[in-house]
């Protein structure tokens, strides 16, 4: 027999041996960011083989088994409060799982799993205990009459042992084996007495029904397994260990929790949970940085941002001034890195992009921890005091709330999300782009797709494909046999040459003809995999199911539409070439008018950088090569190199591009030569959110009419100022260099103006505190006449506060000044500003000399003036 697995590597490496032996295809881990667009990452070992269990496609093999990296981190699959308190919640973790589709059922899986540990890993049966739904006698039988297990270690339990992907579709019962810790870790009884004693350790799910949306359970016909062993757990066992932070692959990261913190584990329980807080995290940070995350304000960047800050906080808590997310992130890669290679490839790039992020994050720490500490000493925060330290310091508001709660204080949540609901509604948007999608119950395209098989795409070899049938007919979600002129109806045929939207490429459109009836095709969208949904006006006549028709799309747009998805590949091998193999897809969109291509990159790309992206990608079009476009098995396009873009899924065989020196994963239609995409022509670079740009790009006949109205506008320009187009960048230096000296003078002439408003003012102070209204400026305005009519004040000294409503009566804004011998005496600008710029609903700085402020509250200004006058009349001499 051979020797027990004991460290990590060995548990992974039998893992996979044993389901080899017993013919399951070892699937490597899937990405930690998952296809399904309803996550926000991999949760469960599950994820990656979601598609197979729900029918939408056809498994490539019946038994496969897989250790997944999954990360829980937010949504609703979010532990990170428990993270560090318990031995069973991580935001990373691994998953082994064994899976069954339509093969093998409960008796193999359940006689299997007890192999597994009782042979295999060597755990003694008597600390195991099972527990099976109330309802599953078979699986109860099969523990007891088959593998063994003593009736009083099979506990029976209700919603706890039944799973369901949601409230319709796969569901069925589960059975959990559980370890026992011993007596001193709770009370005996079994799993359900609910004791932190027992540890789950594997469970096992039955898929057998099918639930309705009325909740009645039909028999699956082809009943499957999904299991979940948690590694981590697993090793807690296998290692003897009282706690998984002892574990191997904890106790390194541990260590160099301790050393860039100075602090021991074992000196208090309140450090040793941020030290475990600090070992988890920077396992999360650096897989999903690896993975192609970067930190943001938005969905998986705003978690990934949380998490590194929260690292960040709890090291800062610890006394650590100094970074420490590199050396996290270098022991995370000598813990992990011989079984994710990837992680060392990818370690100085991770940590280059923590680190930034760790750096931009400690100035607002210092400042937001300051401000919250003072505010928290006096109750609980309010929502503008929330919005306050989130707009004005970028101190965010899970923080706040964490911090808040402990020490026993509240955050009024709803009065800071009434203030950010203009932010929210932003960011909403650039959510957008849903529209257009094949909108019709999943079901009916199932019974579509399981009638008339899957959509022969004939585009890649033609626009137009004679005798397409036209197999069925949705409109207004339901399907139809005929509809007449007028009608919108989403057609179904069994061939056909339109694209179907899908990898960024919009769909095509075109039209359908068949004897005197024409139908206008507007998209092409794709149902399930392999169905393609035409949607469509009928202009003329009426339209059968059962006909015949001619399928046309609009080959001008196409042609435009391949012009720019090949060029966006040129742009992303120059992108690469000049900025880094850093750079990663991050999304794109290719139409016929455009192509928006968004890329992961953590600094502004310069003009002239852009200009020599710009010029490669031009090069290789002039170059004129042929381009091909083949299908290969996935192994063999990683062998040539092909990189992967992002959110697309790929099976076991796929189709790469070749264009010039971009290799790609690709399933679009692209160009037959490079010089077929004519120029390439840049309209836009720049951030649309942290870590990630966006390029903008026409190609062919849209450039070079881009290119001729550009030079249109330059001899228009050139005629206006006398100047031929060589000419025009030094005459507009001067002209230039004329408007800055008379700026120059302007603003001497306004300073002029305004001291003689200033001593105006000053004649008005009483006691040397001067608080009135002063309207119709900026803020800017307001803080240069405060200074100047503190200057004007006797002997310049004393206190000037002055609010006004700005120009475009939008804001009241507020502007103290006080005299360095009074602030000598303890007066502070901050102090006598805040009640007032509170009232304005806004805030200030903290200095004591000056301060400028206010917010949206304009209505309010009289009683901010009245608050400031109170706060300044300390002040009189």
């Keep these: 027999m051979p020797e027990t697995p004991r460290t990590a590597d060995e548990l992974r490496r039998a893992w996979h041996e044993f389901w080899a032996a017993r013919a399951h295809t070892e699937v490597e881990s899937a990405s930690t960011i998952p296809i399904d667009a309803s996550l926000l990452f991999t949760v469960a070992g599950m994820v990656p083989f979601k598609s197979y269990f729900v029918g939408e496609e056809t498994p490539p093999y019946s038994r496969a088994s897989s250790i997944q990296r999954c990360v829980r981190a937010g949504g609703k699959h979010n532990d990170l409060d428990d993270i560090g308190r318990t031995n069973r919640h991580f935001s990373f973790f691994e998953m082994m799982g064994n899976f069954s589709f339509g093969d093998y059922f409960k008796r193999e899986a359940i006689t299997w799993a007890w192999e597994f540990f009782t042979d295999v890993l060597q755990f003694p049966a008597d600390r195991l205990w099972v527990t099976v739904h109330v309802s599953d006698d078979e699986a109860a039988a099969i523990w007891h009459d088959e593998v063994g297990v003593s009736a009083d270690r099979i506990q029976r339990l209700d919603e706890d042992n039944f799973w369901k992907m949601g409230d319709t579709g796969p569901c069925g019962p589960s059975s959990e084996i559980f370890w026992d810790l011993g007596p001193e870790h709770g009370v005996d009884g079994g799993p359900a007495t609910g004791s932190d004693r027992y540890v789950e350790v594997w469970n096992l799910v039955f898929m057998q029904f099918d639930q309705l949306p009325d909740g009645t359970k039909v028999p699956l016909p082809k009943p499957s397994i999904d299991t979940g062993a948690g590694l981590e757990r697993n090793l807690l066992v296998l290692q003897g260990k009282e706690s998984v932070w002892e574990l191997d692959i904890f106790a390194p990261l541990i260590a160099a929790a301790e050393h860039v913190t100075g602090v021991k584990y074992g000196t208090s329980e309140e450090h040793d949970v941020y030290l475990r807080v600090l070992a988890d995290h920077a396992r999360t940070m650096t897989f999903v940085v690896s993975d192609g995350v970067m930190p943001s304000n938005q969905e998986r960047g ?155 795409f004939t585009g890649r070899d033609e626009y137009s494909t004679a005798h397409a049938t036209v197999v069925a007919m949705i409109s207004k979600g339901e399907r139809v046999a005929r509809v007449g002129m007028g009608t919108h109806v989403d057609v179904v045929l069994d061939r056909s040459p339109f694209y179907a939207e899908s990898g960024g490429q919009v769909g095509d459109a075109g039209t359908l003809t068949v004897a005197n009836t024409l139908i206008s095709v507007t998209d092409t969208q794709v149902g399930l995999p392999g169905l393609f949904i035409h949607r469509c006006i009928v202009d003329s006549g009426e339209l059968r199911e059962g006909d015949s028709v001619i399928a046309a799309i609009d080959g001008v747009r196409r042609d435009r539409i391949r012009r720019n998805h090949t060029a966006t590949h040129l742009l992303h091998w120059a992108l690469r070439e000049t900025l880094g193999d850093h750079v990663k897809q991050a999304g794109s969109h290719v139409s016929a008018e455009r192509l928006r291509f968004d890329f992961s990159h953590f600094d502004s790309v310069s003009a002239d950088e852009l200009l020599r992206i710009e010029a490669m990608a031009n090069a290789q079009v002039i170059s004129g090569i042929a381009v091909t476009h083949d299908e290969m098995s996935k192994s063999e396009a990683v062998e040539r190199g092909a990189i992967a873009f992002f959110g697309d899924k790929y099976g076991d065989v796929v189709r790469v591009l070749e264009a010039g020196p ?53 001899r228009r320009v050139s005629t206006q100022l006398k100047a031929s187009p060589a000419e025009l960048e030094d005459k507009v230096g001067r002209l230039l260099a004329q408007v800055k000296d008379l700026e120059t003078e302007l603003a001497g002439l306004r300073s002029k103006a305004a001291q003689s408003v200033a001593t105006e003012l000053a004649a008005q102070g009483v006691g040397g505190v001067l608080v009135l209204r002063h309207d119709g400026g900026t803020p800017d305005d307001l803080r240069q006449m405060a200074q100047a009519t503190l200057k004007a004040m006797p002997e310049g000294r004393g206190v000037v506060a002055l609010l006004g409503k700005s120009s475009d009566g939008a804001k009241g804004a507020i502007a103290v000044a006080v005299s360095k011998d009074l602030v000598a005496k303890g007066a502070s600008a901050a102090e006598i500003a805040a009640p007032g710029a509170k009232a304005l609903g806004g805030g200030t700085a903290k200095s004591p000399e000056l301060v400028v402020g206010g917010g949206p509250n304009v209505a309010a200004l009289d009683e901010a003036q009245r608050l400031v006058a109170e706060a300044a009349a300390h002040w009189k001499q």
């Design 302 to 456: 705003y978690v990934l941002r949380r998490i590194i800050r929260r690292a960040v906080r709890h090291a800062y808590q610890l006394g650590a001034r100094d970074l420490v997310t590199p050396a996290l992130v270098a022991a995370v890669c000598a813990v992990m890195g011989e079984s994710y290679p990837k992680l060392l490839a990818d370690q100085a790039l991770v940590t280059k992009i923590i680190s930034r992020e760790e750096e931009s994050f400690r100035g607002t720490l210092a400042r937001g921890t300051e401000m919250l500490d003072e505010l928290l000493s006096q109750g609980d925060i309010s929502g503008e005091d929330a919005f306050f330290l989130h707009d004005t310091l970028g101190f965010p508001v899970d923080l706040t709330k964490e911090i808040a709660a402990e020490q026993g204080r509240s955050v009024d949540v709803a009065g800071y999300e009434a203030r950010m609901t203009e932010q929210r509604e932003r960011a909403r948007e650039a959510a957008k782009e849903a529209g257009g999608k094949a909108n019709a119950p999943i079901d009916l395209y199932r019974e579509i797709l399981g009638g008339s098989g899957l959509t022969t």
């Design 662 to 714: 971009s290799t790609e994963f690709c399933g679009g239609t692209h160009v037959d030569n490079l010089g077929f995409i004519g120029p390439i022509k840049i309209l836009s670079e720049g951030s649309i959110g942290s870590n990630v740009r966006r390029i903008e790009a026409v190609t062919g006949d849209v450039a070079l009419s881009r290119i001729a109205d550009e030079e249109s506008r330059l």
